[in-house]
């Protein structure tokens, strides 16, 4: 880790929770710390960041107006990093918990949210219970304010929940989540995450998921809005038969910068983790993709599979993606597949020569090329809603 | 069980007689005391009778080298190097002159001849039977980082092609060396490039002129010959327009218990039109079955394609070596160019490798193509580490890459951390690794074809390799085969 010069955070971070320690140690990381090569954070280094005025009930309905949100199922909002009693109502099957986020270390993103959090979502499924579908809707709204919730999801053996995650707002803000998810045996859970955050934004979303036997963490998310995010997924599948799946697509324009980072650590024999990302820039957007897959001595008998695709549809996008298979065990069946370009002239004069207009053509290939990644959302509905929610 | 006895038995002796090529050779050296300092690059310099400049730009190397840190990002684990605990020259001491080969040291010739490197002419043309066609290959035999052999010269010379040691390379054409040296890894690079600027002892230096085909396969063996002397070994290939060569190199070491530093660089330089090939067996001294000993390689290999429709390709057979630390990259300037890489990495017991490569394109339509492939056995760990970059003006840029690891035992592990950076929309990369393990299915085909597990393991890893094999010069392809048996020998059963 290298020390960096970040005064005005660390300031902040020290007068906001007295534990300017914990950030101080690490420092902000600069782009010679491995992990943030391709995604420097000078852009949060030096604003006076302040700790978030409630939003009121009103502005919020404002906002959440503006988003494409299920219809169904139970909804549970945060405004500037406190819960919206009035807007808010958990499904029945969940039990409030009390119960500490637990510490990821190494993780710059959890590091920030820990000396800084503020409590979020505390919930546990039952034993064999199907809790249905929560939308939890993270709100922001101001100037140089940063909001950084800490949320626990406990899923007992056997109970199952889909969870549809929603981040957005106005302004220019922290946007740092936290979400510790701890998935029993037989259990699933089911996490399609949105960031439509403000296009001056940042945010930098952290989620750790520990899966035991059998159970299964399926998670898709979309990367679209900020100026710049990183979501980064950190899978331990600790026990025999345990599965992942850490899908999402990325859709980056402007001068904006999208980063979807994950580590799944295979650490027990028989799981198996998936991961389809595709990303789509334009403009001069910055793609970046950095998905390890780590196979523990003992993780025999693991199946990993990863495929990552770039679209670069103008002359100043770039990607940056970075697959990394790392594997102590032999008896193992683990590949990752990587492609980047631009679409396919052929494919596009296919389409011309039927008569369909350049723009819809082109349309109509961006769309297929993330198709495949979109399909892995089991949930109609739910595929449905991201879609309409990419186009609006 | 007789059967399983004898196998063990087999594997016993295998193991115990495993590097064949460990042998010392007793020769009269003249080596400068330990430890690196200013007077060290000094004393180097005026050993090999430098001129002012060559002091100059060792100086410099020297001085960034003392600000630099070693690297630690390679997926590697060593006790710390005292880089003040080793001798930074050791040189056979010869009689002026020896321009025949009589006058060279019998116990040289010797251990050449136990080497099995053809130094002959008689041997070179016996060296590929039947291949009528095939000509001979010249040796420019590096002993103990100083060329004391050098066959061909003439031949080569009729040709317009200069090969020679880089220490007479910078006597007698002072102004190619001042040209070329330091364009493509330049001092201060990296911190193993910058220590090997400082101290390199020799190499090989070689010039293609413009529109020469070279009329032979170059070759330079390797060998470590000393106890405590570093090995730093410079080689410059310069390639004029259309001009196309091919260069070997192979390493053989002696069995030792320390652990010996080897930090070489390699530049190329391939102007229009011209190409390059570059192979390498490395079969150094992996150090024994626990791991004791063994060479430490840290080694800095870049072409640079600077011409229009320009070629590099680099192929490497690595089962040597305690550790290697080892990209050899292609920059990719020239309009068209080619850069490709094609590599075996064999490690067993408890080697440990971090290879790869970096292709860099610059221009358009430049291409490159990458094929790794690793195999790890015992307690060993390997990784594949590579870069593509496309940079804005690549237009129309391609790459393919394909990484294969193939896990021998569940001590070892086998890693691929590749880094894909594209800045032109045109440019087109693509990249797919597997990992695996031997393929029960084929072991038991063998098996039930009365191949011994030994064999079919040999068998099986020969075909995963087949493409990078098939890269090799011939010569090379079939030491290279052997090579791979012999490196996972006592891997299985």
Redesign the interface.
């Known amino acids: 880790m290298t020390q960096n010069a970040a005064p005005a955070l660390e300031a902040f971070v020290a007068r906001a929770a007295g534990q300017g320690a914990a950030l101080a140690e690490t420092g902000l990381p600069t782009r010679r710390v491995?992990a943030w090569r391709y995604t420097p954070l000078r852009s949060i280094a030096d604003t006076a960041w302040q700790k978030a005025m409630p939003l009121p009930t009103e502005a919020a309905t404002a906002l959440l107006d503006r988003l494409v949100l299920p219809e169904t199922g139970a909804r549970v909002v945060y405004g500037n990093g406190q819960l919206l009693d009035a807007l808010s109502a958990l499904p029945e099957a969940v039990r409030q918990a009390s119960e500490n986020v637990s510490p990821l270390k190494g993780v710059f993103s959890a590091t920030l949210n820990t000396a800084l959090g503020e409590r979020g979502l505390d919930i546990r499924v039952p034993a064999g219970t199907d809790a249905g579908l929560l939308t939890l809707v993270s709100l922001s709204d101001g100037q140089d304010i940063s909001t950084h919730l800490q949320h626990r999801i406990v899923l007992e053996d056997g109970a199952s929940l889909t969870l549809y995650d929603v981040s957005a707002g106005e302004g220019r803000y922290i946007a740092n989540p936290r979400f510790d998810i701890v998935v029993g045996k037989g259990a699933t859970l089911r996490h399609v995450k949105v960031q439509r955050e403000s296009l001056t934004a940042t945010h930098l979303a952290v989620v750790s998921a520990d899966v035991a036997e059998k159970g299964e963490y399926d998670s898709f998310t979309l990367n679209q809005g900020s100026s710049l995010a990183r979501h980064e997924a950190v899978v331990t599948l600790g026990a025999p038969h345990a599965m992942a799946h850490v899908n999402g697509v990325q859709i980056v324009d402007g001068q904006r910068l999208n980063d979807l980072t994950s580590m799944i650590h295979h650490a027990a024999p028989d799981g198996s983790s998936r991961q389809t990302v595709k990303t789509v820039l334009s403009d001069a957007g910055q793609g970046v993709f950095q998905g390890k897959i780590l196979v523990d001595?003992v993780a025999?008998k693991t199946d990993g599979y990863q495929m990552n695709q770039?679209l670069?549809?103008?002359?100043k996008?770039?990607?940056?993606?970075?697959?990394?298979?790392?594997?102590?065990?032999?008896?193992?069946?683990?590949?990752?597949?990587?492609?980047?370009?631009?679409l396919d002239d052929e494919q596009l004069f296919y389409l011309r020569s039927r008569g369909i207009a350049e723009a819809d053509a082109r349309d109509m290939l961006v769309r297929a090329f993330l198709i495949d990644a979109l399909d892995l959302v089991s949930d109609e509905g739910l595929r449905d809603l991201l879609l309409r929610s990419m186009t609006s | 069980m007789p059967a399983v006895t004898e196998t063990r038995e087999t594997v016993e002796k295998l193991a115990k007689s495993s590097y064949e090529w460990g042998f010392e050779t007793d020769i009269e050296m003249d080596i400068a005391p330990k430890g690196l300092n200013e007077e060290t690059v000094r004393l180097i310099s005026e050993r090999k009778g430098e001129p002012q400049w060559m002091l100059d730009w060792r100086l410099k190397a020297f001085r960034a080298w003392l600000e630099m840190e070693e690297p630690t990002?390679a997926?590697i684990h060593h006790p710390p190097i005292d880089y003040q605990d080793a001798h930074y020259f050791a040189q056979p001491k010869k009689k002026p002159g020896p321009k025949s080969l009589d006058e060279v040291d019998p116990e040289l010739l010797k251990t050449y001849a136990k080497l099995g490197i053809p130094l002959h002419e008689q041997a070179l043309l016996a060296g590929v039977e039947g291949a009528e066609e095939r000509l001979p290959v010249a040796v420019d035999a590096v002993f103990d980082s100083v060329s004391v052999a050098t066959t061909f010269r003439k031949t080569l010379a009729e040709a317009g092609v200069i090969f020679c040691p880089i220490s007479d390379a910078i006597r007698e054409h002072p102004e190619l060396v001042q040209k070329y040296l330091g364009t493509v890894v330049p001092v201060a690079d990296n911190f193993f490039a910058a220590l090997n600027s400082a101290v390199f002892t020799d190499g090989s230096f070689v010039y293609i002129p413009e529109g020469v085909r070279c009329p032979m396969e170059l070759s330079t063996y390797f060998r470590i010959n000393a106890r405590n002397t570093g090995q730093f070994e410079r080689t410059l290939i310069i390639a004029e327009d259309r001009a196309t060569v091919s260069y070997l190199e192979g390493c053989t070491a002696p069995q030792r218990d320390e652990n010996q530093l080897h930090a070489a660089v390699v530049e190329l330089v391939a102007m229009e039109d011209a190409s390059i090939k570059y192979s390498t067996v490395q079969n150094w001294y992996p150090g024994d079955d626990e791991g004791r000993g063994g060479i430490y390689n840290f080694v800095t290999k870049r072409g640079i394609c600077r011409g229009a429709r320009s070629k590099i390709s680099w192929t490497q057979v690595e089962t040597g070596s305690a550790i290697t630390w080892k990209y050899p990259s292609c920059v990719l300037a020239g309009e068209g160019s080619v850069g490709e890489f094609y590599s075996v990495a064999v490690t067993n017991n408890h080697q440990q490798a971090d290879t790869g490569t970096k292709m860099i394109h610059l221009a358009p339509n430049t291409r490159s193509t990458i094929i790794a492939k690793t195999i790890s056995a015992g307690h060993s760990d390997s990784t594949y580490r590579g870069l593509v970059r496309?940079q804005?003006k690549a237009r129309n840029a391609r790459n393919f890459t394909q990484c294969d690891?193939l896990?021998?035992?569940?001590?070892?592990?086998?890693?691929?951390?590749?880094?894909?950076?594209?800045?032109?929309?045109?440019?087109?990369?693509?990249?797919?690794?597997?990992?695996?393990?031997i393929s029960e299915d084929q072991l038991f085909y063998c098996r039930s074809r009365g191949l011994s597990e030994e064999d079919a393991v040999g068998l099986i890893v020969n075909g995963f390799c087949r493409e990078v094999l098939k890269e090799l010069p011939m010569e090379f392809a079939v030491e290279a085969q052997k090579l791979l048996q012999i490196s996972l020998e006592g891997s299985v059963g």
């Open positions: 491995e001595r025999q770039a670069l549809l103008s002359e996008a770039q990607i940056n993606s970075k697959p990394e298979l790392e594997i102590y065990a032999d008896d193992v069946k683990c590949s990752h597949g990587a492609t980047v370009g631009a | 990002w997926h496309m804005p690891s896990l021998i035992g569940d001590q070892c592990g086998a890693h691929t951390v590749p880094y894909i950076e594209s800045r032109n929309m045109t440019a087109r990369v693509e990249h797919e690794a597997t990992t695996s393990k």
